[in-house]
């Protein structure tokens, strides 16, 4: 009866003691983000700013995020019925949605490439050729849709553009009489960069995120995740539906606000 007691407790501390490690990995990735994102916003005030529309690849990875969240809940559900192989089946199927959740990032980021957000070269003051990230020069000279497909601002204002002349026009110029385009384009699409990097900072984490789902896997193959034992899949659960949320800020800031 006793040892029924302590093997009780330790299995409560043993599952506190994840839960902990877990909330603690999340505390340090939200202190990540929320230090990009501060970044993102206070060095989007007082210079030229570009909004992005997002391509469809990445709508189709909201569903995909969305949709592994709600199967990986049934597989949680399923193991505590004590139904193993259904619970089995949903974690496949969760990393399916994963994938092609990945997948769909990477397609996305080569649209936007494609439109001219991506690498760009320039010349210097001794004719080098120098890389730079996302100048707006390349967006502009690019066969992307101005108003469609992206857009400059300043101080949340949109640029005036003209496809005849192919200038861009401060917004109190409504007769788009004093072209600014050269005084534009020759700076870095710092929107983009920052795009950059917070996308691809939560991709490494959902690889992560991946990995420890092909993990329990093989823990629910053999018998360490069981109907009696299913902390595990609670704590990928927790970091699962975190990076999916996250996600949809993300998406939220860089595309529709």
Not at 27 to 56: D, E, K, N
Not at 161 to 169: F, T, V, W
């Amino acid at each position: 009866m006793e040892k029924d007691s302590l093997k009780e407790v330790d299995l409560i501390v043993r599952n506190r003691s994840k839960l902990m490690i877990m909330y603690f990995i999340l505390f340090s990735v939200t202190m990540l983000f929320g230090g990009l994102i501060s970044a993102y916003i206070v060095s989007s005030t007082g210079q030229y700013w570009v909004h992005v529309t997002a391509p469809a690849t990445l709508w189709i990875s909201n569903l995909l995020i969305v949709a592994s969240s709600f199967t990986l809940i049934a597989s949680i559900k399923a193991m505590k019925r004590g139904e193993v192989s259904k619970s089995r089946s949903t974690l496949f199927l969760t990393v399916a949605l994963g994938i092609g959740f990945a997948f769909t990032q990477i397609a996305g980021w080569n649209s936007l490439a494609d439109n001219g957000s991506g690498w760009g070269t320039e010349a210097n003051d001794e004719g080098l050729v120098a890389y730079s990230w996302n100048r707006i020069d390349d967006l502009i000279k690019s066969d992307a849709v101005y108003g469609e497909d992206y857009d400059v601002r300043i101080n949340n204002l949109t640029l005036l553009y003209s496809p005849d002349s192919k200038e861009l026009y401060s917004p109190n110029d409504p007769l788009m009489v004093k072209p600014i385009t050269s005084k534009v384009i020759h700076i870095t699409n710092s929107s983009g960069s920052y795009l950059w990097v917070l996308m691809m900072i939560h991709i490494l984490h959902f690889s992560f995120g991946l990995i420890y789902l092909f993990v329990n896997i093989y823990r629910v193959s053999n018998g360490t995740i069981n109907p009696e034992d299913t902390i595990r899949l609670r704590v990928l659960g927790i970091y699962w539906h975190f990076l999916g949320g996250l996600w949809l800020l993300l998406f939220t800031m860089l595309f529709l606000l």
